[in-house]
C-alpha cells in the first residue's frame, strides 16, 4: 500500500504544474472547493505564475499519459470541473513523442516468442500515431495483407498504476467532506476510469471487442468495422485490417472527394443508437481521430480500447427518455428517472416534469448549431442539483459519446437536427420493444424460464425433504415426564458416587496384590 506521504507529493508536483498552467485558480476560486483542499491548491500554486486563461489540456499532457486519460475522462463531466475547463478538456489530441522502434520490436518478439520478420514482411519503423497508451505501424503480413499494428508503450502499466493509487486516494479524501463532493461521487468516478484503462492495457480483449461490434454492426451496411489478425495479435499487439479513408473532421476534404456529408452524419446516428440502444454494446471514444470516410461512402470506425455496455433494462429507460424529449412528452421521462431511482423518492414527479420541461423546451426542434451548450448544461446541473440527484457511474461512458457523437455529426453537417434525425430509429425501436407483441413474447419467455427451473426445484425440496424409508412407521410413544432432581442434590449424588467408585476401584488394587 501507497504511503499519504507518496500520494501528498505526487499531488503537490502534479500541482505545481497545474499551477504554471493557470488550473489551480478555478479550484481554489469554487466555494463548493473545501477549505482543506482550497489550502492544499494554495499551497502547490505559491509562487507559481501562469497564463490568464487557464490551460487545462496543456498542464495534463505535461503531466503524462494517465493524466491525459484522466483529462478525457473529465472532459465529459462538467458539473465536476465546470463548463469552461470541461471545453478546454476536450481539446487533448492523446499525442504524444513516440516510444524508440527496439523497445516496440522487442515488445513485438515477446509476445509472439518469434522475430519480427517472420510475422511481417515490411514493417514501418516510424508510428502513424502515438497515443499515451500505445502507438500504431503500418506493415504488411508475411501473406501480403496490409496491416495496421497497435502495441503497448513499454511500462505503461505500472505508470497508469501509480498514479490511479493517488487518483483513488484523492477521491476519497475529498468524498469524506461531503455536501457537493459526495453527490457527485467521484470515488466512483475513479473507479470507473479506472475500469476503462483496465481494458485498454489490453489489447487482446480490444480485438475480441471489435469482433463483437463488426458482428452486430451487420445490420448497418453504411458502417465498417475492421477484420482482426488473430494470429498477429496478444495482449500488448493487436494487428488489425489497414483501412484507407479520410477523417470526419476534415470537411473540406470530403466535399472534394464527392462524400455526401449529410448522409455520412445521419449514418453516424444511426449506427450510435443501434449500438446504445438495440445492442446496448457500443464503441465509447469517437473522436474525428476514430472515425473515417472511405471511398465507397460507408464510415470506419478504430480503436476499440474503450467500449461501453447497458443492460436490457437501461436501454429501455433510455430509449424512452429520448424519445420522451424528442416529443416533449416530459411527464413519462420524469416518471422513469423515478423508475430508474436515478431521483430520491422524497421529490414530486410533477416538480421533475416542469424542471425538465423548463430544460427541454427552449432547445426542441432547434438544429445543434442553434442550440446555446452552456445555456442547456446550466439548466440540467441546475436540475440535479436541486433533486439530489446522484452521479450514475455506469453512464458516464454513454454520457461522454454521447457527447462526442453530436459533436462528431455537426462537424459533418452544421444543420442537422440531432432529434429528427434519431425520432424515426427510436420509434421504430420502441414499436418493437414497448409493443404488445414484445410485451406477451416477454411474458412467454418469463413463463419457459420458470418451467426449466421446475426440475431442479423439486430435487431441492427432495433433499430437504426426503422420502420415507421401506421400514414401517413406529408406534407412538407416550409422554413421560422426567423428574428432575435440585442442582445441588445432582451435584451431591455424582460426588458419593465418584467417592463409591474411587474406593472400589483402590479396594481392587490391593486385593490384587
Known amino acids: ?103 516496440i520490436k522487442k515488445t513485438i518478439e515477446a509476445s509472439f516468442g518469434a522475430p519480427l520478420e517472420t510475422l511481417y514482411s515490411s514493417f514501418d519503423e516510424t508510428p502513424v500515431g502515438a497515443a499515451s497508451i500505445a502507438q500504431v505501424h503500418r506493415a504488411v503480413t508475411t501473406d501480403g495483407r496490409d496491416v495496421a499494428v497497435k502495441v503497448l508503450r513499454p511500462g505503461i502499466e505500472e505508470d497508469l498504476t501509480k498514479a490511479i493509487e493517488t487518483y483513488e486516494w484523492a477521491a476519497a479524501h475529498a468524498e469524506r467532506y461531503g455536501g457537493e463532493l459526495q453527490r457527485l461521487r467521484p470515488r466512483l468516478v475513479v473507479a470507473q476510469f479506472k475500469q476503462w484503462t483496465a481494458r485498454e492495457l489490453d489489447l487482446q480483449r480490444e480485438a475480441a471487442s471489435a469482433s463483437e461490434l463488426r458482428e452486430n454492426m451487420v445490420a448497418e451496411p453504411g458502417y465498417y468495422v475492421p477484420e482482426i489478425d488473430w494470429r498477429r495479435t496478444a495482449r500488448r499487439v493487436l494487428t488489425l485490417e489497414w483501412l484507407d479513408g479520410i477523417k470526419l473532421n476534415d470537411r473540406e476534404a470530403l466535399i472534394a472527394e464527392g462524400q455526401d456529408c449529410h448522409a455520412l452524419a445521419g449514418t453516424l446516428v444511426r449506427a450510435f443508437l443501434r449500438q446504445a440502444v438495440v445492442d446496448g454494446f457500443f464503441h465509447a471514444d469517437l473522436h474525428h481521430g476514430n472515425l473515417f470516410a472511405l471511398k465507397d461512402g460507408r464510415i470506419a470506425a478504430i480503436d476499440f480500447g474503450i467500449m461501453g455496455r447497458v443492460d436490457r433494462r437501461a436501454r429501455m429507460w433510455l430509449a424512452e427518455i429520448l424519445y420522451g424529449l424528442i416529443t416533449g412528452n416530459y411527464r413519462r421521462v420524469a416518471e422513469i428517472h423515478f423508475e430508474a431511482q436515478y431521483v430520491p423518492g422524497h421529490h414530486n414527479v410533477q416538480e421533475f416534469a416542469t424542471a425538465l420541461r423548463a430544460a427541454g423546451e427552449p432547445i426542441r426542434g432547434l438544429p445543434v448549431k442553434d442550440i446555446s451548450v452552456g445555456r442547456m448544461l446550466e439548466s440540467l446541473f441546475s436540475i440535479t442539483r436541486d433533486f439530489d440527484m446522484p452521479t450514475q457511474p455506469h453512464l458516464l461512458l454513454l454520457q461522454k459519446s454521447m457527447v462526442m457523437n453530436e459533436g462528431v455529426a455537426t462537424a459533418l453537417d452544421p444543420d442537422i437536427n440531432m432529434w429528427e434525425t434519431a425520432e424515426p430509429f427510436l420509434r421504430e425501436w420502441m414499436r418493437s420493444e414497448l409493443g404488445p407483441e414484445a410485451y406477451y413474447a416477454d411474458r412467454i419467455i418469463d413463463l419457459v424460464r420458470a418451467m426449466k427451473k421446475l426440475p431442479k426445484l423439486i430435487d431441492r425440496l427432495d433433499e430437504y425433504y426426503p422420502p420415507r424409508g421401506a421400514a414401517p412407521p413406529p408406534p407412538p410413544l407416550p409422554d413421560i415426564a422426567i423428574v428432575r432432581p435440585a442442582r445441588g442434590l445432582g451435584y451431591l449424588t455424582t460426588a458419593v458416587l465418584a467417592g463409591l467408585a474411587g474406593a472400589a476401584a483402590a479396594a481392587a488394587i490391593l486385593l490384587a496384590r
Open 1 to 103: 500500500m501507497t504511503a499519504s506521504v507518496t500520494h501528498l507529493w505526487r499531488l503537490l508536483k502534479w500541482g505545481r504544474t497545474l499551477a504554471r498552467h493557470g488550473a489551480l485558480r478555478g479550484i481554489e476560486a469554487d466555494p463548493m472547493t473545501p477549505r482543506p483542499v482550497r489550502r492544499l491548491v494554495r499551497i502547490a500554486r505559491f509562487g507559481a505564475r501562469g497564463p490568464a486563461v487557464p490551460q487545462y489540456a496543456a498542464a495534463l499532457t505535461a503531466i503524462g499519459p494517465a493524466a491525459i486519460k484522466l483529462g478525457q475522462a473529465l472532459s465529459t463531466r462538467p458539473d465536476l470541473v465546470g463548463e469552461k475547463a470541461a471545453e478546454n478538456l476536450s481539446q487533448l489530441q492523446d499525442d504524444l513523442p513516440p516510444a524508440p522502434f527496439a523497445l
